[in-house]
Nanobody
Framework: QVQLVESGGGLVQAGGSLRLSCAAS????????MGWFRQAPGKELEFVAA????????YYSDSVRGRFTISRDNAKNTVYLQMNNLKPEDTAVYSC?????????????????????WGQGTQVTVSS
């Protein structure tokens, strides 16, 4: 079992930055691929970014590429999402997820069904 706890959400003005953290416990973090998803009110869950288990590759949705950066610290069992140049359309509940599987494409990492564990989420609100 893996437990995931997100933190770092909040209210920020457009153009500002936030860094989300997701702390993992309960299993070998370094063997997990990690992803971030978000869900805005009335919208479907959307893939944001992912980091492979081996640290070799990152994947991003087109909507955040160039503004968001995913990283991981295996010594701290934590994955981060640095969000810069935030826009009102980035407002959502952000959740991290962990996968025991090993994939090699964005399509695989963007599929919520390919993740085994989920956190509760943290709210990010971007004001205009």
């Amino acid at each position: 079992q893996v437990q995931l706890v997100e933190s770092g959400g909040g209210l920020v003005q457009a153009g500002g930055s936030l860094r989300l953290s997701c702390a993992a416990s309960g299993s070998s973090f370094s063997s997990l691929s990690m992803g971030w998803f978000r869900q805005a009110p009335g919208k479907e869950l959307e893939f944001v970014a992912a980091f492979t288990w081996n640290g070799d590759s990152t994947y991003y949705s087109d909507s955040v590429r160039g503004r968001f950066t995913i990283s991981r610290d295996n010594a701290k069992n934590t994955v981060y999402l640095q969000m810069n140049n935030l826009k009102p359309e980035d407002t959502a509940v952000y959740s991290c997820a962990a996968s025991i599987h090993r994939y090699y494409t964005t399509r695989r990492y963007a599929n919520r069904e390919n993740y085994n564990y989920w956190g509760q989420g943290t709210q990010v609100t971007v004001s205009s």
